[in-house]
């Protein structure tokens, strides 16, 4: 039966965990994709203080985190609370949730460039139409990042289902047992609802936070290419930057380190804040 | 009365979710149908005034959009057979480890969900080289060889958890090989979850924006995303060619989730059945 996973584990070390570790190690020496790297201890971390570009791309992902993720979960949760009755149309009401999920990255940033047009674009000229003027969106940096939120948050299918299933572990009997004691469904859902769920919401939240980061890459680089001023410059495209324009290898392991250990204590702090909630072993 | 109310309120509430949820692909299909060089709208046009399928075939004349198709069909049509038998095999033999390992191998995967892709792009192309397939579609076909995300694996593993032990007991009690169990017993029992899976790693395949920006540099071997953003840099600004051509990506992914999307939204089939027990 073990031999059952040896594709998957085979398959995971060689194209994710030796990958990832040959990065963490990476970081430490100074590579330029031919030769040998060289060890050069910390000097890379150092690098990075002192280039600019560094911070701004580490503050345009700790903004765009900061706004979209609790979004897109709290997006999910509420359409998966909405939306999971049985019944033939709460089904498709389901599907359509999904539906922007499965649109393509590079079909999903096109029509985001068109409907961020300031002049032509369907959500300007829907504005219009209640007699505000639009912002002009990708060309102001404020609102070109915003906008890139706003494009996330059509596309938490992922974080949706996973809810739903999540809300569907729950067993019947919990809320039950709450009517009978005479709690309404305000109540049950802060006693027993969010509790049970906790441990999903905690999953799905660092998961986001990861995701959601990487998820920048295609449509800062489709759709706006890091500008205006860098505005959407996320650390991601920086990194691809650095590893595949600069073949500064060493630097860019660096930075997506850097990127990750701040991510890391942001999740530190999280589990500090609320606490685990249980374990999602059984979930 | 009163619930009769509430359940309309929760229906219009759900239709306009639905109407939301829907606007990016109705105006993906509508914009693509624009005739092109036509003075762009100055209200919201909900449906063009005199609309053509034109855009479709100029695509095609434009930029190699079909050898784009192919190459994008190749690699998710070997990659989703394999992605699911390796994640279906892997989530099958975790469901029935001991407690000890089940454990350690469900929180590795957990752990390797947050692994971000950026993380594996600099070795990858290393690894990708010893093998010699840089500059082939094996490049974009190789997640399949690790269940091209451990969540497959998991949801797997999930659906393989809910078959009752007995069941097994009673087959391995009979001699039954591993490999009857999972093909003749479980396998068909998670049907719902290999769907749930093949929607979503085709998804996946299909989409893959980064793989051919990093490993693929033959202009013969480009999938659609790259095609998108070589339509893109040629007129970017012909709104009904781009969306026309946004639509071409998006249209198979779609056909796939009407068909499936049964079984996708209701893979708790099991769970169900075994709540009526």
Same mark, same amino acid.
């Given at each position: 039966?073990?031999?059952?996973?040896?594709?998957?584990?085979?398959?995971?070390?060689?194209?994710?965990?030796?990958?990832?570790?040959?990065?963490?190690?990476?970081?430490?020496?100074?590579?330029?994709?031919?030769?040998?790297?060289?060890?050069?201890?910390?000097?890379?971390?150092?690098?990075?203080?002192?280039?600019?570009?560094?911070?701004?791309?580490?503050?345009?992902?700790?903004?765009?985190?900061?706004?979209?993720?609790?979004?897109?979960?709290?997006?999910?949760?509420?359409?998966?609370?909405?939306?999971?009755?049985?019944?033939?149309?709460?089904?498709?009401?389901?599907?359509?949730?999904?539906?922007?999920?499965?649109?393509?990255?590079?079909?999903?940033?096109?029509?985001?460039?068109?409907?961020?047009?300031?002049?032509?674009?369907?959500?300007?000229?829907?504005?219009?139409?209640?007699?505000?003027?639009?912002?002009?969106?990708?060309?102001?940096?404020?609102?070109?990042?915003?906008?890139?939120?706003?494009?996330?948050?059509?596309?938490?299918?992922?974080?949706?289902?996973?809810?739903?299933?999540?809300?569907?572990?729950?067993?019947?009997?919990?809320?039950?047992?709450?009517?009978?004691?005479?709690?309404?469904?305000?109540?049950?859902?802060?006693?027993?609802?969010?509790?049970?769920?906790?441990?999903?919401?905690?999953?799905?939240?660092?998961?986001?936070?990861?995701?959601?980061?990487?998820?920048?890459?295609?449509?800062?680089?489709?759709?706006?290419?890091?500008?205006?001023?860098?505005?959407?410059?996320?650390?991601?495209?920086?990194?691809?930057?650095?590893?595949?324009?600069?073949?500064?290898?060493?630097?860019?392991?660096?930075?997506?380190?850097?990127?990750?250990?701040?991510?890391?204590?942001?999740?530190?702090?999280?589990?500090?804040?609320?606490?685990?909630?249980?374990?999602?072993?059984?979930? | 009365?009163?619930?009769?109310?509430?359940?309309?309120?929760?229906?219009?509430?759900?239709?306009?979710?639905?109407?939301?949820?829907?606007?990016?692909?109705?105006?993906?299909?509508?914009?693509?149908?624009?005739?092109?060089?036509?003075?762009?709208?100055?209200?919201?046009?909900?449906?063009?005034?005199?609309?053509?399928?034109?855009?479709?075939?100029?695509?095609?004349?434009?930029?190699?959009?079909?050898?784009?198709?192919?190459?994008?069909?190749?690699?998710?049509?070997?990659?989703?057979?394999?992605?699911?038998?390796?994640?279906?095999?892997?989530?099958?033999?975790?469901?029935?480890?001991?407690?000890?390992?089940?454990?350690?191998?469900?929180?590795?995967?957990?752990?390797?969900?947050?692994?971000?892709? &950026?993380? /594996?792009?600099? =070795?990858?192309?290393?690894? $990708?080289?010893? %093998?010699?397939?840089?500059?082939? @579609?094996?490049? #974009?076909?190789?997640?399949?060889?690790?269940?091209?995300?451990?969540?497959?694996?998991?949801?797997?593993?999930?659906?393989?958890?809910?078959?009752?032990?007995?069941?097994?007991?009673?087959?391995?009690?009979?001699?039954?090989?591993?490999?009857?169990?999972?093909?003749?017993?479980?396998?068909?029992?998670?049907?719902?979850?290999?769907?749930?899976?093949?929607?979503?790693?085709?998804?996946?395949?299909?989409?893959?924006?980064?793989?051919?920006?990093?490993?693929?540099?033959?202009?013969?071997?480009?999938?659609?995303?790259?095609?998108?953003?070589?339509?893109?840099?040629?007129?970017?600004?012909?709104?009904?060619?781009?969306?026309?051509? &946004?639509? /071409?990506?998006? =249209?198979?992914?779609?056909? $796939?989730?009407? %068909?499936?999307?049964?079984?996708? @939204?209701?893979? #708790?089939?099991?769970?169900?059945?075994?709540?009526?027990?």
């Amino acid at each position: 039966m073990r031999l059952f996973l040896l594709p998957y584990v085979v398959g995971t070390l060689l194209l994710v965990v030796i990958p990832a570790i040959a990065t963490v190690l990476i970081s430490f020496t100074e590579y330029k994709a031919v030769g040998v790297p060289k060890f050069v201890g910390l000097q890379n971390y150092r690098d990075l203080l002192s280039y600019g570009l560094v911070r701004t791309s580490l503050r345009n992902s700790a903004i765009f985190l900061a706004l979209a993720v609790p979004l897109r979960i709290v997006g999910a949760l509420l359409l998966a609370l909405l939306l999971q009755r049985k019944g033939r149309m709460f089904g498709l009401y389901r599907a359509a949730v999904y539906v922007p999920t499965i649109i393509p990255e590079a079909a999903y940033a096109l029509l985001w460039l068109w409907i961020f047009n300031p002049l032509y674009g369907p959500l300007n000229l829907f504005l219009g139409m209640l007699g505000i003027q639009g912002p002009a969106w990708l060309i102001e940096p404020t609102t070109a990042r915003l906008a890139i939120v706003i494009l996330s948050l059509f596309q938490i299918g992922e974080g949706f289902v996973v809810l739903l299933a999540g809300l569907q572990s729950i067993p019947r009997s919990f809320y039950e047992s709450a009517k009978v004691d005479g709690a309404n469904a305000w109540q049950s859902f802060w006693q027993i609802t969010l509790p049970l769920l906790s441990p999903w919401l905690m999953v799905l939240t660092f998961r986001d936070l990861v995701m959601s980061l990487q998820n920048t890459f295609a449509p800062s680089f489709i759709i706006t290419y890091g500008g205006p001023y860098y505005a959407t410059m996320f650390a991601p495209l920086l990194i691809y930057e650095m590893a595949f324009d600069y073949f500064e290898l060493g630097l860019a392991a660096a930075l997506l380190l850097l990127t990750y250990v701040l991510l890391g204590l942001i999740v530190l702090g999280i589990i500090n804040a609320v606490g685990l909630g249980g374990s999602a072993d059984e979930a | 009365m009163k619930r009769k109310a509430g359940s309309l309120l929760h229906h219009a509430l759900g239709l306009g979710i639905v109407f939301l949820f829907l606007l990016p692909i109705f105006w993906i299909f509508t914009a693509s149908l624009r005739q092109r060089g036509l003075p762009p709208p100055t209200t919201i046009e909900w449906w063009p005034a005199s609309p053509t399928l034109e855009n479709y075939p100029y695509i095609f004349e434009l930029i190699p959009m079909a050898r784009y198709v192919r190459n994008s069909l190749i690699v998710a049509g070997t990659a989703v057979p394999i992605t699911v038998f390796i994640a279906s095999l892997a989530g099958f033999a975790m469901s029935q480890e001991g407690d000890l390992w089940r454990r350690r191998l469900l929180i590795a995967s957990i752990v390797l969900l947050m692994v971000p892709g &950026a993380s /594996v792009w600099l =070795f990858r192309f290393q690894i $990708l080289r010893w %093998f010699g397939w840089i500059d082939t @579609l094996w490049a #974009l076909i190789a997640p399949a060889f690790a269940a091209g995300s451990p969540l497959y694996v998991l949801l797997f593993f999930w659906a393989y958890r809910r078959i009752p032990a007995e069941i097994f007991e009673a087959a391995r009690l009979d001699g039954a090989s591993a490999w009857m169990m999972w093909w003749r017993l479980a396998r068909p029992l998670v049907r719902p979850t290999a769907v749930t899976v093949i929607i979503l790693s085709f998804v996946m395949y299909w989409s893959d924006f980064v793989s051919p920006v990093l490993y693929i540099f033959r202009t013969d071997l480009y999938t659609l995303p790259i095609g998108l953003q070589i339509l893109k840099q040629l007129d970017p600004t012909n709104w009904p060619l781009l969306m026309a051509a &946004a639509a /071409v990506m998006t =249209f198979p992914v779609l056909v $796939l989730f009407i %068909f499936l999307q049964r079984s996708f @939204l209701s893979d #708790l089939s099991i769970a169900n059945l075994m709540d009526q027990n």
